[in-house]
């Protein structure tokens, strides 16, 4: 077994979500990314505790729910080790993955790139999408993903400026992780999202953002992101090719 020897940084306790999300977010990200693979050891709960800098009982129940969600496993004589596996699709993992999947199904690590930043008003339609008034100011974010280099998806999304009053204004300030900004700085933890799939030709912006040929089939993914009340909170347009991909959504 391979023991761990990652420092972990230390977390502070003026966080809007329970410090036991933050330190289950931390260690799911170490296994995710490889940082602890499977089979690492992991130190005692005292030891761990002193890593990250929180209480055990802290400690504890993060590590109770990745143990019930199957990351992490309890050994009589060995203690705690990463299995190797990960529920691939649940909320959380919306955080660090997106829904292209590699042919065989594996997860994929995206990198963004914001392509533009603006405020504006809403439309009728954008307003009635996200309970607004009509003309109420928007945050409208235009970004494109890669996979190993590839550029294989853009999309915008709108986001109501008064939920999100202290958002980056400049495009190399945005967050990756958009869905896991809104719980650390807002206390928005997304509880679902409404999706409607579709399928289309790519447009003179898809071939030269995606480095396609045309004609070439293209995935539309509309949706609506919701928070904890059930308030909408994100609508966006997601257009993103499939070659060498497949598109998977399983959200429990």
């Known amino acids: 077994m391979q023991p761990v020897n990652a420092q972990m940084p230390r977390l502070g306790a003026a966080l809007p979500v329970p410090l036991y999300e933050h330190v289950k977010r931390q260690i799911s990200e170490a296994i995710l990314l490889g940082v ?8 005692g709960e005292v030891a761990l505790a002193r890593q990250f800098g929180v209480a055990v009982g802290t400690l504890r129940r993060a590590m109770a729910d990745l143990t019930a969600e199957g990351m992490l496993m309890r050994r009589r004589k060995s203690g705690t080790v990463v299995t190797g596996r990960a529920p691939q699709h649940s909320l ?3 955080f660090q993955f997106f829904r ?5 199904g594996s ?3 995206s990198e963004t790139e914001v392509l533009s930043l603006a405020h504006r008003g809403a439309t009728v ?4 999408a996200l309970s607004l008034d009509a003309g109420a100011e928007l945050i409208d974010l235009h970004r494109l993903r890669r996979v190993a280099g590839r550029p294989v998806m853009h999309e915008t999304m709108l986001l109501p400026r008064h939920r999100v009053p202290e958002f980056p204004t400049e ?3 945005v967050p990756a992780l958009i869905f896991l900004h809104l719980l650390e700085q807002y206390g928005i933890r997304v509880s679902a999202v ?8 790519a447009n003179q912006d898809d071939a030269r953002l995606l480095e396609l040929a045309l004609p070439d089939a293209m995935l ?10 059930g308030a909408p909170i994100i609508i966006s347009r997601h257009r993103a090719t499939t070659r060498g991909y497949c598109y998977v959504n399983e959200v429990r």
Request: aromatic share 10%.
């Open 36 to 43: 602890w693979p499977p089979d690492t050891q992991l130190p």
């Open 92 to 94: 959380r993992f919306f």
């Open 100 to 104: 292209l999947h590699g042919a065989d």
């Open 107 to 109: 997860l994929l690590l």
């Open 125 to 128: 339609e954008e307003a009635a």
């Open 171 to 173: 495009p190399a300030a």
């Open 194 to 201: 409404r999706e409607n799939v579709t399928a289309a030709l």
């Open 220 to 229: 539309l993914i509309d949706d609506i992101v919701f928070d904890q009340s």
